[in-house]
């Protein structure tokens, strides 16, 4: 199975900070690569797939990146509502594996 | 609107078994695949099962090959997960999942089951 490593687990910005989280995948998986955001008690949300595809809704500040084993979630200018827990997941091969997740909370 | 909608979840002794539904509107279920991805309590995201289009397929994680199976029915717009087995590491929060190329763009709300005695 892919195994998919996020870093770091947990991260403390402020409000207009840029932050990037790094999601790394035991081997090449080629742009298949999702991220999605996750707020306490809701459903997870798709945020971009295919690595740097930003999903219809998801304000323009969400931006993703990478190829092969080595992915980046950049989130320019955070806003209140962004603290939240990020996951990455792996869409190459079965098991569609997903990072153990990061979580974002304000400084 | 897409719509999905997971129910028998439930209190299970270790051993037992339950079978999920998730009931899906707002689309031609028929064309997608599907998935049940699970939440234990506190925890991260595991991807669970996936199911093709016209059932033909499937795809588990380790930790539930031959104790879990997964299942559709086009004609009710219906995905199902078949669990047996039940261990206490099975409790979770179970939800049901569009696949569309191979992201997860629509999911319910879950149903949770728990794995206790």
């Not at chain 1, 997870?44 to 190829?67: H, K, T």
């Amino acid at each position: 199975d892919i195994q998919m490593t996020q870093s770091p687990s947990s991260l403390s910005a402020s409000v207009g900070d840029r932050v990037t989280i790094t999601c790394r995948a035991s081997q090449s998986i080629s742009s298949y690569l999702n991220w999605y955001q996750q707020k306490p008690g809701k459903v997870p949300n798709l945020l971009i797939s295919a690595a740097s595809s930003l999903q219809s809704g998801v304000p323009s500040r969400f931006s993703g990146s990478g190829s092969g084993t080595d992915f980046t979630l950049t989130i320019t200018s955070l806003q209140p509502e962004d603290f939240a827990t990020y996951y990455c997941q792996q869409s190459s091969s079965t098991p569609y594996t997903f990072g153990q997740g990061t979580k974002l909370d304000i400084k | 609107e897409v719509q999905l909608v997971e129910s028998g979840g439930g209190l299970v002794q270790p051993g037992g078994s339950l079978r999920l539904s998730c009931a899906a509107s707002g689309f031609t279920f028929s064309n997608y695949w599907m998935t049940w991805v699970r939440q234990a309590p506190g925890r991260g995201l595991e991807w669970v099962a996936i199911i093709n289009q016209d059932g033909s397929v499937n795809y588990y994680v380790d930790s539930v090959k031959g104790r879990f199976t997964i299942s559709r029915d086009n004609a009710k717009n219906s995905l199902y997960l078949q669990m047996s087995s039940l261990r206490a590491e099975d409790t979770a929060v179970y939800y049901c999942a569009r696949d569309s190329r191979r992201s997860l763009d629509y999911w319910g709300q879950g149903t949770l089951v728990t794995v206790s005695s």
